[in-house]
């Protein structure tokens, strides 16, 4: 957990990879359910707490995801199951150029949120590949993995599953795993719901590398959240950090999320508090946030309807540095 910092997972596929909407009658993954008011959730996992990566996804999902430069996408559904993008990125601070992406979603739903199946990937001229997927044994044990390929050598490999039960749901990783380095990271996951409201959990890690002291490290984490009518608290304590979020929706319009994180190690403390305001049928969805470094942040989103346009504007302004970046994004197709 943390403010958007990832302490195992190796480097995730570029975020203009998007999961398309899903086949007629079923719900995006995460997404409503169907129309016809099939039930999303199993009553057997009814009282699942999730995973524990999850627990501060709410609040975390308010905050923007700035960019700098331009961005111009353009998404094709050839079938049901199968989707391609183009993606050309000018950038001074990120990494510029084409990008082709696909995904596939196989046709075997365990529920109407979890296909089977999910593969995703992007690679550029040069052969640098992103990929990762998710594949469903059952309703209870998901594998998902992701690689990206950097300069024809192996950047980062990540390789994790999931098991769901009845009300506590646990999970191991592997990151960057090398046997004959004697280098990588396992991570174990458990969460526990204690009632409806509640639910508790831990994160043991462990990481080998030659420059650690004595070849190897562990860190243990203990997390909580908890859920009420309006709002959501989660936070976590561990050997390196502590933090806490808050996460509430004011009206039907404005959500709000606050996020707190202390790091013993660096002595820092990161505060930052965001909001969403969104209005259906204008079709706009703005995000702003500003934080203890005096960084304030916005993205507006514009559905160009009854095109299949999509319009993004970000800024970003630091106070301290004097320093200013924007960027602007338009995607054709769903």
């Not at 398309?20 to 409503?32: E, L, Q, V």
Request: with cysteine; hydrophobic share 35%; charged share 15%.
């Amino acid at each position: 957990m943390g403010l958007g910092v990832s302490k195992c997972e190796a480097p995730a596929p570029d975020p203009t990879i998007l999961l398309p909407p899903p086949p007629p009658g079923t719900a995006a993954p995460g997404g409503a359910p169907p129309p016809d008011g099939a039930p999303v959730v199993n009553e057997k996992f009814k009282n699942n707490p999730g995973t524990y990566e999850d627990l501060s996804k709410k609040c975390k999902e308010i905050f923007p995801q700035p960019f700098e430069g331009a961005k111009v996408m353009i998404n094709k559904s050839l079938n049901q199951g199968f989707h391609v993008s183009h993606t050309l990125t000018m950038s001074s601070i990120t990494p510029s150029g084409y990008r082709f992406g696909t995904t596939y979603i196989g046709s075997q739903l365990l529920t109407p949120n979890d296909p089977a199946l999910v593969l995703l990937g992007d690679t550029d001229p040069s052969g640098n590949l992103n990929a990762q997927g998710f594949f469903n044994w059952s309703e209870a044990l998901k594998t998902k993995f992701v690689v990206q390929v950097m300069n024809s050598k192996f950047a980062g490999t990540q390789l994790g599953l999931d098991y769901k039960g009845r009300d506590f749901t646990a999970s191991a990783t592997l990151a960057n795993f090398n046997l004959f380095n004697e280098t990588g990271i396992g991570v174990v996951h458990f969460l526990q719901a204690i009632t409806p409201k509640l639910c508790v959990g831990a994160e043991l890690m462990y990481q080998q590398a030659p420059q650690i002291p004595g070849g190897a490290a562990t860190a243990l984490t203990c997390s909580g959240r908890l859920t009420t009518d309006e709002s959501v608290w989660s936070a976590f304590a561990g050997t390196n950090n502590l933090g806490l979020s808050y996460y509430r929706r004011l009206n039907e319009e404005i959500q709000l999320g606050i996020e707190l994180e202390n790091s013993y190690q660096q002595q820092q403390l990161i505060a930052a508090i965001a909001y969403q305001f969104d209005l259906p049928k204008a079709n706009f969805s703005m995000k702003a946030m500003i934080d203890n470094n005096w960084t304030v942040t916005g993205v507006l989103e514009k559905r160009l309807l009854p095109m299949p346009f999509n319009l993004s504007i970000c800024g970003s302004l630091n106070h301290v540095k004097n320093q200013f970046r924007m960027g602007c994004g338009f995607s054709i197709g769903a």
